[in-house]
């Protein structure tokens, strides 16, 4: 299965700022996803990005606030803009396991705290 | 009401217990199951899945689904500190590539040595 690498893994971010995270992946594939998880809540799809096409929204999460690039087929950026404490969470790449499975192989997440 | 609910525990058990997960849902719909094993500071790893309803079985680890009743549970057996881990339920409608998982709020498992 793929292999994800995602940066950084944990930061500290003053109130207001933005951060992008970074994901790449070890082959290439169509769609990459991107995950927050907050503490006692379930994973919550935010967007899926496709190569060459703008990424799609689940409802409650807009663009402006987190924006996607996908500039190739390996590799798929998230922003956190204007940031708030609410903010703090885990974000997590994902990528379809590719193994005719239902599952998705996850980065390790980046871990973010908002001051 | 949740499209999926999953006791968050913390649940407690000595090394060698069978260990029980579960998870229910209200999405008929569902047709795709599977559990994920996250350790922390990990993203979470697919441990199994599951189509429609039955048993499946790998190494220590037994899922089933029961689609009539709109549960699933997942089973470890002789369990070790080394499964010590969240465990999240995660179920999906559609196959293909194209699929959103929902995820249930994760179990927190501890086997004590």
């Known amino acids: 299965s793929a292999v994800i690498s995602q940066k950084p893994s944990r930061d500290i971010c003053q109130r207001g700022t933005s951060l992008t995270i970074q994901c790449q992946v070890d082959s290439q594939v169509t769609m990459m996803f991107w995950y927050r998880q907050q503490p006692g809540q379930s994973l919550t799809l935010i967007a899926t990005a496709n190569q060459g096409s703008e990424a799609t929204y689940e409802s409650g999460f807009v663009i402006d606030k987190f924006p996607i690039s996908r500039p190739n087929l390996t590799f798929s950026t998230l922003t956190v803009s204007n940031m708030s404490p609410e903010d703090s969470s885990i974000y997590l790449c994902s990528v379809d396991t590719g193994a005719g499975g239902h599952g998705y192989t996850f980065g390790s997440g980046t871990r973010l705290t908002v001051v | 009401q949740k499209e999926v609910e999953q006791d968050p525990g913390p649940l407690s058990v000595p090394e060698g217990a069978i260990v029980s997960l579960n998870c229910t849902y209200s999405n008929s719909a569902f047709q795709y199951f599977m559990w994920y094993r996250q350790y922390s500071r990990k993203g979470p790893e697919l441990l199994m899945y599951?189509?429609?309803?039955g048993n499946k079985e790998d190494g220590r680890f037994t899922a089933q689904v029961d689609k009539s009743s709109k549960y699933i549970s997942l089973f470890i057996r002789d369990s070790q500190p080394s499964d010590s881990a969240t465990y999240l339920c995660?179920?999906?409608?559609?196959?293909?590539?194209?699929?959103?998982?929902?995820f249930g709020k994760g179990t927190l498992l501890t086997v004590n040595p």
């Open positions: 995660a179920m999906s409608n559609s196959g293909g590539s194209n699929y959103k998982l929902t």
């Open positions: 599951t189509y429609s309803s």
